[in-house]
Antibody, heavy 126, light 108 residues
Framework: QVQLVQSGAEVKKPGSSVKVSCKASGGTFISYIISWVRQAPGQGLEWMGRIIPIVEETNYAQKFQGRVTITADKSTSTAYMELSSLRSEDTAVYYC???????????????????WGRGTLVTVSS | DIQMTQSPSSLSASVGGRVTITCRASQGISNYLAWYQQKPGNVPKLLIYAASTLQSGVPSRFSGSGSGTDFTLTISSLQPEDVATYYCQKYNSALDLTFGPGTKVDIK
C-alpha cells in the first residue's frame, strides 16, 4: 500500500527555517509529482509548490517564491520542503500530497491530489 | 489572479437531505476544478476532479457539475459520515492551484 510518511512536529523561532520530510513507501517515487499544501489553524488549504523528481523540476506558488525550497532524494524516495524566514503566520500543518496529472493536451492537464501524508505541525513561536 | 469563492460558508442539513455547495471562479477555468472533503481532524480526501469525474471509491451520492465560472458539489442524500468541510480547487494554471475558502457541512 502506497503511503506518504511525514516527519514529526517542529517548534521554531521566528526568523529560523524548518525542513519537513515526506517519504514515499510502497510505490514508484520517481514517477510521482509531490506537492506541498499547508493549513493554518482553523483555516483553509494553501498550495505551496511541487517537485517532479524524475526531471528534478520545481514550481512554487508566487506567494512563497524565494522563501520555500522543495527538494527530493530519489535514493531514499523522500521529498523535502524547507521554509525560511519563519514568522508566526507560518504556524500551520504542512501536508505533502501526490499530484496526479492526466494530460489533455501537450500543455493542459487535469491534476489532483489523490494521496496525502498525515501532515506535520510546524509551530513558530518566540 | 483568479479568485475562488464558495457559498454558503456553512450549512446544516438533515440526514437524507440534499446538499448543494457552490464554487465560483472570478474568471473562466473551463472544467479544471476539483473537490476535496476534509473531516474534522483528518487529511483532505479527493472527491471529484475535472468538475464532474468521481474519484474511485467515492460514494455515488456525491456529484459535481459546472464549467467556466460556476460549479456545484451535490450530496444527494446526506449521511452522518459526510460531516466535513468541503473545498473546491482550481488548476487551470499548473502554477496556481488555489483552493476555495471551504464550506462546513453539519447535521441538523
Amino acid at each position: 500500500q502506497v503511503q506518504l510518511v511525514q516527519s514529526g512536529a517542529e517548534v521554531k523561532k521566528p526568523g529560523s527555517s524548518v525542513k519537513v520530510s515526506c517519504k514515499a513507501s510502497g510505490g514508484t517515487f520517481i514517477s510521482y509529482i509531490i506537492s506541498w499544501v499547508r493549513q493554518a489553524p482553523g483555516q483553509g488549504l494553501e498550495w505551496m509548490g511541487r517537485i517532479i523528481p524524475i526531471v528534478e523540476e520545481t514550481n512554487y506558488a508566487q506567494k512563497f517564491q524565494g522563501r520555500v525550497t522543495i527538494t527530493a532524494d530519489k535514493s531514499t524516495s523522500t521529498a523535502y520542503m524547507e521554509l525560511s524566514s519563519l514568522r508566526s503566520e507560518d504556524t500551520a500543518v504542512y501536508y505533502c500530497a501526490r499530484e496526479t496529472e492526466e494530460m489533455i493536451t501537450t500543455t493542459m492537464a487535469h491534476r489532483y491530489f489523490d494521496l496525502w501524508g498525515r501532515g506535520t505541525l510546524v509551530t513558530v513561536s518566540s | 489572479d483568479i479568485q475562488m469563492t464558495q457559498s454558503p460558508s456553512s450549512l446544516s442539513a438533515s440526514v437524507g437531505g440534499r446538499v448543494t455547495i457552490t464554487c465560483r471562479a472570478s474568471q473562466g477555468i473551463s472544467n479544471y476544478l476539483a473537490w476535496y472533503q476534509q473531516k474534522p481532524g483528518n487529511v483532505p480526501k479527493l472527491l471529484i476532479y475535472a468538475a464532474s469525474t468521481l474519484q474511485s471509491g467515492v460514494p455515488s451520492r456525491f456529484s459535481g457539475s459546472g464549467s467556466g465560472t460556476d460549479f456545484t458539489l451535490t450530496i444527494s442524500s446526506l449521511q452522518p459520515e459526510d460531516v466535513a468541510t468541503y473545498y473546491c480547487q482550481k488548476y487551470n494554471s499548473a502554477l496556481d492551484l488555489t483552493f476555495g475558502p471551504g464550506t462546513k457541512v453539519d447535521i441538523k
